[in-house]
């Protein structure tokens, strides 16, 4: 691509550290999925237990965030990449030998705090290094690398795991963070930047329209996303008496479309107004959701699953380019404590998607569950419409200063 051969040996080694290290970080995400069992078995540990160690990553990823956002932006972008890099490597090699379940619990939350500077610090430097025509590209690679991370960790651990035992994923893990982290203390550089203006304040940021209007489009759709999670293994294993590996397949399918779909969309916010195009993927989806549970065959379901992924990846994915474009000349200093109010939406919607997911289906079933989500979404997609010009239409009107092509 000619776009990629015109960039300068900076933006390329930027980049390549920044997909990489979000690879990585949902690679251990998804990782210990296929370890389930084993928790159970060696570890007495119950179903609660169990959702409480999942859940320990978004919620330290939450308290944290804030704090790295503001550090990313005072003292720069490299050094909370690396110390993020070495928070997920000691919770790495944690994670190979627990002496019980409550270190794994500490593990797990120590995870969510290193991936809160790695997260808010690797995006804020993508926003930096490139400029608006360019953002969407790189940002759309960068959610490329997320997803596929998280549908590459549970099979990869699952393989690792039947090849050389429990502890093998870890230490490869390990061995790919230590790498990373020695060659970004020598190679990566944080991008220089003239004058700018003091950073904003989160609260500061909360105050501008269209960066609460972006937000709430991801709160959407990754709210419905989780919400999968309690209610599709349920539906799936009553309806098509699947098992684990049919399960873990289906959300593969689920992720591999939204992953396709990101540096896809990034071309389709660059071609037509970008609040529109997120509104078109968030429709889609609300109106593809009840297709999942009118399928009446393995083929049918995948299809369904394939056009919710990619829907999904329509919607999410640009809202990393759009709050970047929110900040005007001049405030390239805001960009931390802007993806750290990315990361603070994101795991809000990590919590509370699948808890009322899950409280829905007790109630009622996973079926009529799924069409509520789909009537939910729906209702949320007219309602950012009715709000989209007051809250997106000054930012997309005005013709921005970045707009010119830089290749530097």
Same mark, same amino acid.
């Not at 190679?187 to 940021?205: C, M, N, P, R």
């Given at each position: 691509m000619n776009f990629i051969k015109q960039m300068s040996v900076k933006k390329k080694l930027g980049l390549m550290f920044a997909i990489t290290i979000l690879f990585l970080d949902m690679l251990l995400y998804s990782v210990i999925i296929p370890l389930t069992p084993y928790y159970e078995e060696n570890f007495k540990a119950s179903p609660t237990m169990i959702g409480i160690l999942f859940s320990s990553y978004s919620i330290t990823l939450l308290i944290f965030t804030t704090y790295f956002g503001k550090l990313t932006d005072r003292i720069g972008r490299k050094k =909370? /990449?690396?110390?993020? !890099? #070495?928070?997920?490597?000691?919770?790495?090699?944690? %994670?190979?030998?627990?002496?019980?379940?409550?270190?794994?619990?500490?593990?797990?939350?120590?995870?969510?705090?290193?991936?809160?500077?790695?997260?808010?610090?690797?995006?804020?430097?993508?926003?930096?290094?490139?400029?608006?025509?360019?953002?969407?590209?790189?940002?759309?690679?960068?959610?490329?690398?997320?997803?596929?991370?998280?549908?590459?960790?549970? =099979? /990869?651990?699952?393989? !690792? #795991?039947?090849?050389?035992?429990?502890?093998?994923? %870890?230490?490869?893990?390990?061995?790919?963070?230590?790498?990373?982290?020695?060659?970004?203390?020598?190679?990566?550089?944080?991008?220089?930047?003239?004058?700018?203006?003091?950073?904003?304040?989160?609260?500061?940021?909360?105050?501008?329209?269209?960066?609460?209007?972006?937000?709430?489009?991801?709160v959407v759709g990754e709210g419905i996303m989780t919400m999968l999670e309690p209610i599709l293994p349920i539906y799936l294993s009553g309806t098509f008496t699947g098992n684990s590996f049919f399960i873990g397949l289906m959300f593969g399918v689920i992720t591999l479309a939204y992953g396709i779909m990101a540096p896809v969309s990034g071309f389709l916010i660059n071609k037509y107004t970008p609040s529109r195009v997120v509104l078109v993927g968030l429709l889609l989806a609300g109106l593809i959701l009840p297709f999942v549970v009118i399928a009446q065959s393995t083929l049918q379901m995948v299809i369904a699953l394939l056009f919710l992924g990619a829907s999904m990846g329509l919607a999410v994915s640009p809202t990393l380019t759009m709050l970047g474009n929110t900040q005007k000349e001049g405030e390239q200093n805001s960009y931390g404590a802007l993806y750290s109010l990315f990361n603070i939406f994101f795991a809000v919607a990590a919590i509370i998607g699948p808890f009322v997911g899950g409280v829905l289906t007790d109630v009622f079933t996973s079926k009529v569950t799924i069409f509520i989500a789909s009537g939910a979404v729906i209702l949320s997609t007219y309602g950012l419409s009715l709000t989209r010009k007051k809250s997106m239409g000054n930012l997309e009107c005005v013709p921005s200063a970045e707009t010119v092509q830089r290749m530097d």
């Open positions: =909370p /990449i690396v110390i993020g !890099l #070495i928070g997920l490597t000691i919770a790495t090699i944690v %994670f190979a030998h627990p002496i019980n379940f409550e270190m794994l619990i500490i593990a797990r939350g120590l995870q969510g705090v290193a991936s809160a500077a790695t997260w808010t610090a690797s995006l804020a430097l993508l926003a930096d290094m490139f400029v608006k025509k360019e953002r969407a590209f790189a940002m759309g690679v960068a959610m490329t690398s997320m997803s596929a991370g998280t549908l590459l960790g549970a =099979p /990869i651990g699952g393989f !690792l #795991i039947e090849f050389g035992g429990y502890a093998t994923p %870890f230490y490869t893990a390990s061995v790919m963070l230590i790498i990373v982290m020695i060659l970004a203390v020598f190679y990566l550089q944080d991008e220089h930047k003239a004058v700018v203006q003091a950073s904003k304040k989160v609260v500061d940021l909360l105050k501008q329209r269209e960066v609460v209007w972006i937000l709430a489009i991801m």
